[in-house]
């Protein structure tokens, strides 16, 4: 399913309020939403965290926050007691005590949704083991391409542990296209419940601020970034410009002319390196599956020309050379050429900014994604019935 087969089944502002008012009388939709991180209670908003990593009690949760009063959404994080969840991560990759504890308790909830396979697989596989007509349906946002894609583990018992814990989905939702290719060729009874719903930022939260800019790049986060690539890219350039690699941990400092490595900071810091560059690179890795996307997204939301690879995570939301611009994911060449046409070309940066920012309020919003999403579940549990 393509973009624009999903803005055209999009609804409008006043056909969502009907619909909202319509099913006003109904009983609220029930949802357990098991997340695969730790969700913390808080009293008020913290601009410094990112919205998923915490809940205020009586306020809708993450996405759930945009209009939909008629849900009941109850978040289970992965947190075990006395630490116990790190352990099983460590061994297990995976949370089957938690897992465990969501598909008993799922009884009392009319659909169950979890982000990721470290506990959606183990709900799916209890699920398919003891099936039930008590039992709600189980979507699965499937970050992970089951177990990363065609790159991943080629584990029989893995696989075929994985083949049966997915047979009991009533859907799946990936955020990049791709992945309802994979589905097709490896889990076809995926692939007949699969959904492409793009991921979506908070638009508010992301914006565009006047700031004084600074004289460097950013680059955002560790995990799955090829930034050694960066840096050998980077030095041939010879430019006063700097580098700064935000997120690396100080284990892992890089000492090169020009390259400043920052540990880990808070969201609103962030936030504030990036508004203040000239633009954003991610090399994220050669992967099946779905990581970067948060971050580039943000950065476009905050009106910052973004550079990234060709790769299947990516392709789905950048027009290259409108939107953001595409280097080869093999080609250190190609990276340096296209940081160097950046570096020398800011009326294009700065256009491409603007054209990002656009686009990501029209397409990949935090509300729109959560319209198409909301309109999924409520499909799956009206076929359920």
Known sequence: MTIAELEAGLETLPNREARRLQESDERPLR????VNWR?????????????????????????????????EVNVLDCRSFLGFDRVERKLARSYPSKGLFAWVRSRRYDLVLSHGGQMGLVIGLLQSLFPSKSQPPHVL???????????????????SGCRLATQSLAGAICHSSQQLEFYRDRYPEVANVAHFIPLGVDTEDFRPEPCAQEDE?????????????????????????????????????????????????????????????KFVVLPIAKVDFCI???????SMAMGKTVLLPKIPAVRDYIRDGETGFLY?????????????????ENETVERVGRAARTATESQFSEATMADRIVKLLREIVRNAV
């Open 292 to 298: 970067g996307q948060q971050t580039f997204l943000q």
């Open 141 to 159: 946002f499937d970050v992970g391409a089951i177990s990363g894609g065609y790159s991943g583990s080629s584990n029989r018992i893995l696989t």
């Open 328 to 344: 080869d994911v093999d080609s250190e060449q190609d990276l340096g050429s296209k940081l160097r046409k950046l570096l020398s």
């Open 31 to 34: 949802i357990l939403f098991c």
């Open 217 to 277: 790049i950013i680059s955002v986060g560790y995990a799955f970034r090829d930034w050694r690539k960066l840096v050998r890219a980077y030095a041939g350039l010879r430019t006063a410009t700097r580098l700064v690699l935000l997120g690396i941990p100080s284990s892992e400092y890089i000492v090169h002319p020009g390259v400043e490595c920052v540990p880990r900071v808070s969201i609103d810091e962030m936030r504030r390196r990036v508004r203040r560059a």
């Open 39 to 71: 969700v913390d209670r808080l009293v008020e908003a913290d601009p410094a965290r990112f919205s998923p990593d915490y809940r205020i009690p009586g306020q809708p949760y993450w996405f759930f926050k945009h209009g939909y009063s008629d849900i």
